[in-house]
């Protein structure tokens, strides 16, 4: 079910004239759901709607900050400061509410471009996952766009708060991290037992910082690789994934070769096939989508991309883009 970013209420008239609404008698843990769903600042909206609804939205275990969403997207200059300060004020305001409240499932914070914005944020992020949570998303990307060169349009990536490395809590509960234009140090994630899925977006990102990651979460199923870029290749000799995304990133070599045993989906896409030696399991692997719609020319390429084709053959479910049906014959 999908709720769009408004509520609208739903009203009947009783036999005496009073006015009641449908959505409020509704079981509270419905309406924390539905409230959960919306946007952060749509969701505080509600506190006018009556008595029940005043701080229903303060006890939610699920927040979405956005301060594209707080801002109009033509701002600039002395307006678009104006509107950082009060998304800086909203944050310390909602801290201010919730100092009886912590969060347990989703965390996401949203804050682009991140300039001047480095003291409220670590404080914000401290705060709002002292118990820990299930799914933390941290993105700090100037654009949302699908760029074909994000590196040349890009800030200094944020750094992943240091103190949330130490938080106990966090290591027995977080599952899913979503980290865009925030740098992180692979191998301090080894307490994070519960740790099951990892998107890295937006950032320089070496092999090595791959490889280690890997193998200080070896109970990790699922990586997710969008619009990085510096990545020498992805030559992994041992992946233990169950799924694995590489979205349009930037190889100095276009090379992809790893055994995964327990790879069940896999999902790429980029300007040209890359050189493969993938090994994959009939039975295991049960999807594969193979993107190259961002390819300009299709000249001598035909070679790799058959062999691409190939280590996938095994697949169950396999998907091509129509630029690939246009250079295969």
């Not at 699922?222 to 694995?244: A, G, P, R, T, V």
């Not at 993107?291 to 084709?309: A, K, R, V």
Request: charged fraction near 25%; aromatic fraction near 8%.
């Amino acid at each position: 079910m999908k709720f769009h970013h408004s509520i609208t209420i739903s009203r009947t008239r009783k036999m005496e004239g009073e006015e009641t609404d449908n959505i409020s008698s509704l079981p509270e843990a419905l309406l924390l759901n539905i409230l959960s769903s919306l946007p952060f600042k749509e969701a505080a909206k509600t506190c006018i709607l009556s008595k029940k609804w005043l701080k229903m939205w303060q006890s939610t275990n699920t927040v979405k900050n956005n301060q594209v969403e707080c801002k109009d997207v033509e701002a600039y200059g002395a307006v678009e400061v104006a509107q950082r300060k009060a998304f800086k004020n909203f944050i310390k305001i909602w801290i201010t509410l919730h100092k009886r409240h912590h969060l347990h499932d989703k965390f996401t914070l949203r804050v682009s471009p991140p300039s001047n914005c480095g003291d409220i944020v670590g404080a914000y992020v401290n705060f709002a996952v002292e118990d820990g949570v299930k799914d933390l998303e941290l993105d700090f990307a100037e654009s949302q766009s699908e760029d074909e060169h994000p590196e040349e349009n890009i800030h200094d990536a944020v750094e992943f708060p240091r103190s949330l490395y130490e938080n106990k809590k966090l290591h027995q509960k977080l599952e899913s991290l979503k980290l865009h234009s925030c740098s992180f140090a692979p191998g301090n994630f080894a307490n994070f037992v519960a740790l099951k899925d990892v998107t890295l977006a937006r950032i320089p990102l070496e092999l090595e910082s791959i490889r280690t990651l890997l193998s200080t979460c070896e109970w990790m199923e699922s990586l997710s690789l969008k619009n990085c870029w510096d990545i020498e290749s992805f030559d992994i000799e041992k992946l233990e994934l169950k799924k694995l995304v590489i979205d349009r990133c930037i190889f100095r070599m276009d090379y992809i070769g790893f055994e995964a045993p327990n790879l069940k989906v896999f999902k790429y896409c980029g300007s040209e096939p890359p050189l493969s030696e993938v090994k994959v399991v009939a039975g295991t692997i049960e999807e594969a989508d193979l993107d190259l719609s961002p390819m300009d020319e299709f000249d001598e390429c035909g070679n790799e991309l058959q062999n691409f084709l190939q280590d996938f053959f095994v697949v169950n479910v396999l998907t091509v883009c129509s630029v690939i049906l246009q250079v295969i014959p």
